[in-house]
């Protein structure tokens, strides 16, 4: 992976989302998070995450300092913030005040702890004797991540650095301890070339999973108690509630539970919650995973049913919460679809274990989240090196008296996505299409050395990452000349907003009588134009949303401009950064197409700023032979298919199994290597598509293209996808049916 590109990709799509980020920002970070995820970057995702929460979840010893709660700031804004942390705020600051009222009584024993530990001045702690304690601050404001805060002297980009290195030092200690003792285990190892990574070991150590899931209190607890849970604000009752008692659960999931048991009542609490965008897994557990809430719910879901045995009981559990998800229709976090996918991956995997092992030859020990401390409670060493390319569950299969792991990539349906990422690719993809050998080779040892010393912040350190990021633009320029000015982020995305900047100008007169006319209408009209509106931008807003909406419209006064629709924004908490403000802007204009006013005008030309990149990209890739070719050396180390034909994960597309064994028999071929030699890009017949193509055989799609806009008008990033063709998923359902005779 060209790592540079991605950390510079996530820097710059982050900044012109939020304008200058704050790492610490929970909104900043669930923004990084949609973005990481619509690019499909889920490894990337956890190793980040994990490296910002890790600080989090071990500051404090004392539980009470790491409850996370909500307040309201003193500019009327939601924040939020760990106990600890506010408690060393100034007397008077909302989130000092809020987090005070879960202590224990001034002057008992349990509150003198607390002082002592937090050491916070007018707070009732101690000052450390040698002079170690911080005044007391507020937590970061938007803004200020790169700047120095003069009461400690230390900014938190300088924390960031100071822990990444402390990150990166384990990490390579890691490495050095785990290639020492690979050595020893495997003779082959030797073998390894000093810039190559060293086998993966799937080994499974000797542990006791399941009792490490029921009785661990990392696995067996919840890890947010039900009062933090019952006092959250954020969460809220589905109009239907599910219930299933302690009895009801250990005669379906069998007792002691084969996943880590707290997953019970997770499960439980998100069936009967309303799905929301103010919640997070987080809310719920302290277990997180990649992706949105309703997918994260969904592989929990997957999880504990992979873990019954019994067909009936499976059909009971799954049933019943079948019939409870569609009782609560919209409500529900996991939605139907979910609920089926979760069935047919427990029906496939049997099948697949039946086939690959042979019926009553194997036997399910126990089931893991992807968290890394589960998957190594299975007895995996070393997650980070040793784990799937995108595995979403793991199951512990004793095969013959063995104990192996059984790594499974979870997709809802048969058209998912194997590839998700964005258009900002297509230089990387004209460079590697056209590049010599020569300068392939240093590209990929400017990538290595910037990797190396990136988190360095040392003078002569800094200089060479300016040379190195400068080298690396130079080679690419150098062949990205052929691509097409429509085709380039950057440019769309300043079009996009110049297109914004002028028609606000314009419009104001034209908006004002936009909002006139609406407000003239009744409120089954205005339901139909909003919902109208819903379905222009493929978007489900909430009530809080649409009255946010309208009272920007029902202020807005000519002449109007792009720093006063910013100033709405902010004056109702919308947000002032690029995407939020733009998203306000296209609702407005696009109200106004409906209603026939003028400023719809404005509105068509997003939409075709926004089709015409997607369509350029498209051409531009599929016209040119070598960007063809650079498209699939771009992809090759994010596409799916080499894990699953070497055997070290497996797909499940609904009740299908991408496998070994099923892909040998699509493609004829069961290595990787001889595979990629015969994947092209084609055109025709539409759609665009990656196929396995051999001399004298019929074509075999693997994959369809697809360019489109993240959010029209207002979107900072282009998608870049590629779906299972839906005749490879075909191919599959004929080859499992063979398999299975």
Do not use: C
Request: no cysteine; net charge negative.
């Amino acid at each position: 992976m060209n790592y540079t590109e991605f950390i510079s990709e996530l820097i710059d799509e982050l900044s012109y989302r939020v304008g200058v980020p704050n790492i610490y920002d929970k909104e900043h970070q669930r923004i990084m998070s949609e973005i990481l995820t619509e690019w499909g970057k889920f490894d990337e995702k956890k190793i980040i995450f994990e490296f910002l929460t890790e600080d989090d979840e071990k500051r404090f010893s004392n539980p009470i300092l790491n409850r996370k709660i909500k307040y309201t700031g003193k500019d009327g804004k939601e924040s939020e913030g760990l106990v600890g942390n506010l408690l060393t705020s100034p007397k008077d600051s909302p989130g000092r005040i809020e987090a005070e009222k879960l202590l224990p009584a001034p002057g008992t024993p349990e509150r003198e702890k607390i002082n002592k530990e937090i050491g916070s001045q007018g707070g009732g702690g101690e000052q450390d004797s040698e002079g170690g304690g911080e005044t007391p601050q507020e937590e970061p404001k938007q803004g200020q991540a790169l700047s120095k805060n003069t009461k400690s002297g230390k900014s938190y980009h300088d924390r960031v650095v100071s822990k990444e290195e402390e990150t990166r030092n384990k990490i390579n200690k890691e490495k050095e301890k785990n290639t020492s003792s690979d050595s020893s285990k495997n003779s082959n190892t030797s073998d390894v070339l000093p810039n190559q990574k060293p086998p993966k070991d799937k080994t499974l150590k000797p542990i006791n999973s399941v009792n490490e899931f029921n009785t661990n209190p990392k696995f067996s607890e919840d890890g947010v108690s039900d009062e933090d849970f019952n006092k959250n604000r954020n969460i809220v009752k589905t109009s239907q509630q599910v219930e299933f008692t302690e009895d009801e659960l250990d005669r379906i999931l069998g007792k002691p539970k084969k996943f880590p048991k707290k997953y019970e009542k997770v499960l439980i609490r998100l069936l009967n919650t309303k799905k929301s965008k103010d919640i997070s897994i987080t809310d719920f557990t302290n277990a997180a995973g990649g992706g949105t809430l309703s997918s994260t719910a969904g592989e929990i879901l997957t999880t504990i049913g992979l873990s019954i045995k019994d067909d009936e009981m499976a059909k009971e559990f799954f049933d019943k919460i079948q019939a409870h998800v569609k009782a609560t229709k919209s409500e529900s976090i996991i939605d139907t679809a979910w609920v089926k996918s979760a069935k047919q991956v427990r029906e496939a995997t049997i099948r697949r274990y039946d086939r690959m092992s042979g019926e009553g030859n194997w036997e399910l020990e126990t089931m893991a989240w992807d968290i890394p401390d589960e998957v190594e409670a299975l007895g995996l060493e070393d997650y980070k090196n040793n784990k799937g390319f995108s595995t979403d569950t793991y199951a512990k299969v004793k095969v013959n008296g063995e104990s192996i792991l059984d790594e499974i990539s979870l997709k809802k349906s048969k058209t998912a996505n194997l590839l998700n990422t964005t258009t900002n690719r297509v230089d990387d993809i004209f460079f590697r299409g056209s590049a010599t050998q020569k300068e392939l080779d240093e590209m990929e040892s400017l990538e290595t050395e910037y990797n190396t010393i990136s988190s360095k912040q040392d003078k002569a350190s800094k200089t060479r990452k300016l040379e190195i990021v400068s080298r690396i633009k130079e080679l690419q320029n150098k062949y990205n000349k052929n691509v097409p000015e429509d085709a380039k982020v950057e440019v769309t995305k300043k079009k996009q907003t110049n297109i914004h900047k002028k028609g606000l100008e314009k419009n104001g007169q034209n908006l004002r009588e936009a909002n006139q006319k609406y407000s003239s209408l009744s409120q089954e009209q205005k339901d139909n134009a909003f919902r109208e509106l819903e379905l222009m931008m493929g978007q489900n807003f909430s009530p809080k949303q649409r009255k946010q909406f309208e009272d920007i419209f029902a202020q807005i006064t000519p002449p109007l401009n792009y720093e006063q629709l910013k100033q709405l924004n902010s004056s109702l908490g919308l947000g002032t950064d690029a995407r939020k403000v733009q998203k306000t802007s296209v609702m407005l204009h696009g109200m106004a197409k409906i209603l026939g006013n003028p400023a719809g005008e404005t509105y068509d030309e997003l939409v075709k700023n926004a089709h015409t990149h997607s369509s350029a990209v498209a051409n531009a890739i599929l016209s040119d032979k070598n960007a063809k070719m650079g498209l699939l050396k771009s992809i090759q180390e994010d596409f799916p298919l080499k894990s699953l034909m070497a055997g070290e994960e497996n797909m499940t597309l609904g009740n299908l199994s991408a496998d070994k064994q099923t892909l040998a028999e699509v493609f004829g071929v069961d290595d990787f290597d001889k595979l990629q030699e015969n994947l092209k890009v084609r055109e025709t017949p539409p759609p665009p598509s990656i196929v396995y193509s051999v001399e004298e055989k019929e074509d075999i799609p693997v994959a369809e293209i697809s360019t489109r806009p993240d959010g029209i008008g207002y979107g900072g990033t282009w998608k870049l996808e590629m779906k299972v063709h839906k005749e490879f998923a075909q191919r599959i359902e004929v080859a499992q049916s063979k398999l299975e005779q």
